[in-house]
């Protein structure tokens, strides 16, 4: 990171005069910061530190606050746990860059309510002399899931990107006298994460501290062993200026940078990352939460669930998630193979399918009828609106209804709209939801024996309350806050072609994995 950090605004101050949540689908609270670090989880509680000492906590990863400032502050922190210690890496310059030094503190804890919360120094681990070609600043730290291992990224646009090896016992440099390893170039806000056999260097790359003249956005190699070399998926190496694109600047938010994984288990991760200038919040740098995917052997950014009205589909049978009533078919009903529509006077042999000898106008029953010429497969003419839920629900049961898996019919029974819910808090990246047969206040339901119901309108339960995370390979989650009488979480879940239930979550199976399609 440049020197413009030098002239950021106090983050907490900035925090009290801009909206809270200009967007539904934002995160929520006091959310600004820039370079945040990796987001911990501590004693039930998510925990970030940025540039400046500005510190966030939240106890859902929803909806953040003002946190304690750390004793040293600096420049693009990072944070890992190894064993019972939280590390804290950070950077600051000695006089003008590239002249700069990484500095260490540890706690048992990160909650300023515990016992075990109180910040030791741990000594400098990594530096830069203002000559050589590197500027030691935004740490990122990596613990190697394979060995134990753990290591330290650092550096930005005054030179190359450095690796160092880290005692896991102390958090130090291990090996003082071992020269760094040269892994980039033309990056800065390095981390390593690992993923089926592939470590992966992710790195921020375009210009800084310019609010919406910021080009920042986030680009990544992947090497078999951990020192590289880190190739992008053209095989260019990131020593020459290689990097796939992850995310960049998209929307009203502009200048995406600082990644940090956030691996939830059970086939769930996302990252943290910050946006340089959010224009729904007057163009403040902010924390962001996404989803993390993976294609090809490549990460992709996912997308948190927005409101709309979608169509939820089983990955495991094809079939969709409606309202257990008799559905009316789009258009109306029409007559049988050869057949009149019911109510309609016999036609004469050949009638309806545009046969040799049928007369004119037969099997045009009206409107319920195929028009003359067209025959039984030609259509009603003309274009078929949508159904309206007004007309077609008019028979349906007045109170609670069961949920049930059909074929998709683009009827109304069918489609279902996703809506955050105002201050029912919310988990990482995402509100709460409450999911409602588009057009009505039918809800969707948990019930105490772990099935579900469409109850005739929100009352804003917890058991009406959905979390919806996107999975790894694109597919989606669909989760209740609450199930009644249970602690256990449990997942939408579809058995069979018709039939759909609560269950405890399986990564390896395709019960749980849903599509969300526009209809």
């Known amino acids: 990171m440049r020197n413009e950090r030098k002239r950021l605004l106090p ?10 949540a200009s967007l539904l689908w934002a995160l929520d609270g006091q959310i600004g910061i820039h370079d945040p670090s990796t987001i911990m989880f501590c004693n039930g509680k998510y925990y970030t530190y940025g540039t400046g000492g ?3 906590v939240s106890d859902d990863g929803w909806i953040w606050r003002a946190g304690t400032r750390p004793p040293r502050s600096g420049m693009a922190p990072d944070v890992i746990k190894v064993g019972d210690r939280y590390y804290m890496y950070i950077s600051r310059n000695v006089g003008a860059q590239p002249r700069a030094e990484i500095n260490m503190i540890w706690s048992k804890s990160l909650d300023p309510e515990s016992p075990d919360y109180k910040w030791e120094e741990g000594g400098i681990v990594a530096s830069s002399d203002g000559v050589e070609d590197c500027n030691a600043i935004d740490p990122g730290a990596f613990l190697d899931p394979t060995d134990g291992r753990l290591w330290l990224t650092y550096g930005s646009y005054f030179g190359y990107i450095r690796l160092i090896e880290l005692d896991p016992k102390t958090g130090k440099r291990l090996n003082p006298n071992v020269p760094p390893v040269n892994i980039g170039i033309n990056l800065e806000a390095t981390t390593l994460i690992y993923h089926d056999g592939w ?3 992710l790195g921020t790359r375009g210009s800084c501290c310019r609010g919406a003249d910021s080009g920042y956005n986030i680009r990544v190699g992947r090497a078999k062993k951990v020192t590289g070399p880190y190739l992008d998926h053209t095989g260019l190496d990131m020593l020459r200026g290689g990097g796939k694109l992850l995310i960049g600047s998209g929307g009203r938010v502009i200048g995406a940078g600082h990644f940090g994984l956030i691996d939830l288990g059970d086939g769930v991760q996302k990252f943290s990352m910050h946006w340089e200038a959010d224009l729904d919040r007057g163009g403040a740098s902010v924390l962001d939460i996404r989803p993390l995917l993976w294609k090809d052997g490549w990460p992709v950014a996912g997308e ?8 939820i589909e089983s990955v495991r049978t094809g079939t969709v998630l409606e309202l257990a009533v008799e559905g009316v078919p789009v258009g109306g009903r029409r007559a049988g193979r050869g057949g009149p529509a019911a109510g ?3 036609a004469a042999p050949g009638a309806g399918r545009g046969e040799p000898g049928a007369p004119a106008g037969a099997g045009a029953a009206g409107a319920q009828g195929p028009p003359a010429g067209r025959g039984m497969f030609g259509g009603i003419g003309g274009v078929i609106p949508d159904q309206d839920v007004a007309q077609v629900s008019v028979n349906w049961p007045a109170g609670p209804v069961d949920a049930r898996m059909a074929n998709y019919l683009c009827q109304a029974q069918q489609k279902w709209t996703l809506t955050p819910v105002p201050n029912a808090g919310g988990y990482l990246g995402s509100p709460y939801f409450k999911i409602t047969i588009a057009g009505t206040d039918r ?3 948990a019930t105490e024996d772990a099935e579900l119901v469409v109850l ?3 009352t804003g339960g917890p058991e009406q309350l959905w979390r919806l995370d996107q999975l790894t390979d694109g597919t989606w989650r669909i989760m209740p806050k609450a199930v009644p009488g249970s602690k256990q979480p449990l997942a939408l879940s579809a058995v069979g072609a018709s039939f759909v239930t609560l269950a405890k979550f399986d990564p390896k199976s395709d019960k749980q994995r849903w599509l969300l399609k526009t209809p």
């Open 456 to 458: 005739p309108a929100f």
């Open 54 to 56: 500005t510190a966030l």
């Open 304 to 311: 948190n669930a927005k409101p709309g009205t979608y169509v």
């Open 11 to 20: 983050w907490a101050l900035l925090a009290t005069v801009l909206p809270l």
């Open 344 to 346: 309609a006077p016999a």
């Open 199 to 201: 470590y992966y260097l």
């Open 443 to 445: 809800t969707l339901a």
